[in-house]
């Protein structure tokens, strides 16, 4: 059974950091690309960040481009979300996200975790 679990979210003020991190298991994780998402109640889910399989190739959203930095490590089986500089429209429920490199379909998110900035 895969499970992707997100941690370290929070509250915090505009201009402070944060850390993510999403512990994956039950996959191949060196075979998945993985993703940052998120979401406001009302919203549809954006895209955040993505970052290869070998962890030498990432892209970002233009809003989150210069603070955010993801990562990952494949002996920990976990993917990392730095969130530099946040602004109170950072405030969202971040998701983790594995999608398979060649099987598209294998496709799977984390509970998602709350991160409030405040002004």
């Known amino acids: 059974q895969v499970q992707l679990v997100e941690s370290g979210g929070g509250l915090v003020q505009a201009g402070e950091s944060l850390r993510l991190s999403c512990a994956a298991s039950g996959l191949t994780f060196g075979t998945y690309d993985m993703g940052w998402y998120r979401q406001v109640p009302g919203e549809e889910r954006e895209f955040v960040a993505r970052i290869n399989r070998r962890g030498d190739s990432a892209n970002y959203a233009d809003s989150v481009q210069g603070r955010f930095t993801i990562s990952r490590d494949n002996a920990k089986n976990t993917v990392y979300l730095q969130m530099n500089s946040l602004k109170p429209e950072d405030t969202a429920i971040y998701y983790c996200?594995?999608?398979?490199?060649?099987?598209?379909?294998?496709?799977?998110w984390g509970q998602g975790t709350q991160v409030t900035v405040s002004s």
């Open positions: 996200n594995a999608k398979h490199i060649v099987l598209g379909g294998l496709n799977y």
